[in-house]
């Protein structure tokens, strides 16, 4: 089954401070990742999109990898601010060969306190 | 273009009525994708359109649920007959596909449906 499993669930990290969220996908066959920002009300926005070529791919403080062997993903954000508080959803689209949706993960909700 | 728009933003229904919602992909984007989220989840797939033809439809899509893309632009979502499970934020993406890749999904800012 195509799945995308995100961790940790929820997370309260004061301003300033470092933090990753992770990612585990089973989607095969793969054809590209990507880290969406959501903020609370609305729509997701594209942060990063990572092919199985790609190992890091950066945005600003924002910073994931990705494994392609392992099917692991990781968004880093560095000095983290206020603004950051938001759900960050993993998103996985299979190849042309095999399921062509998105597959989202259920979000990890990142709370930035002062 | 100013993005995906989607309209109503906020609907309140009673149990029971109909409902339909609207999405405008970003011009020229091909295909267009409904997704349903509920509280604390992220979003579930519901179908998606490939200029004005319905490619695929999740089983979570009941048949009180019915979308159509008339002429490969707009695309309405509607619901029959609502019920209280019905209550969550319906995201509307589109993307440009092309044979081996397509652009990333832009996402509206969905329509936020409360049955009461």
């Known amino acids: 089954k195509n799945q995308v499993e995100q961790s940790p669930q929820s997370l309260i990290i004061l301003e300033g401070k470092n933090c990753t969220l992770q990612?585990?996908?089973?989607?095969?066959?793969?054809?590209?990742l990507r880290w969406y920002k959501q903020d609370t009300g609305r729509g997701p926005v594209s942060l990063t999109i990572?092919?199985?070529?790609?190992n890091t791919k950066s945005n600003g403080r924002y910073t994931a990898t990705l494994d392609a062997d392992t099917k692991q993903s990781s968004l880093h954000i560095t000095a983290s601010q206020l603004s950051d508080s938001a759900s960050y959803i993993c998103?996985?689209?299979?190849?042309?060969?095999?399921?062509?949706?998105?597959?989202f993960g259920t979000g990890t909700r990142l709370k930035v306190l002062a | 273009d100013t993005g995906v728009s989607q309209d109503p933003r906020h609907k309140i229904t009673k149990r029971g009525q109909n409902v339909t919602f609207r999405c405008d992909p970003i011009?020229?984007?091909?295909?267009l994708y409904w997704y349903r989220q509920t509280l604390g989840q992220g979003p579930e797939f519901l179908t998606y359109?490939?200029?004005?033809?319905?490619?695929?439809k999740s089983r979570l899509l009941s048949d009180r649920f019915s979308a159509e893309r008339p002429k490969g632009s707009f695309s309405t979502l509607e619901i029959q007959r609502t019920e209280q499970g019905d209550s969550a934020m319906y995201l509307c993406?589109?993307?440009?596909?092309?044979?081996?890749?397509?652009?990333?999904?832009?996402f509206g800012q969905g329509t936020r449906l409360t049955v009461v």
């Open positions: 993406a589109s993307s440009h596909h092309r044979l081996t890749e397509d652009t990333e999904a832009f």
């Open positions: 990612c585990n996908y089973t989607v095969s066959p793969f054809s590209n």
């Open positions: 990572m092919t199985f070529s790609e």
């Open positions: 998103v996985v689209r299979g190849a042309p060969s095999g399921t062509y949706k998105y597959i």
């Open positions: 011009s020229e984007h091909n295909r």
């Open positions: 359109f490939q200029n004005e033809a319905q490619l695929e």
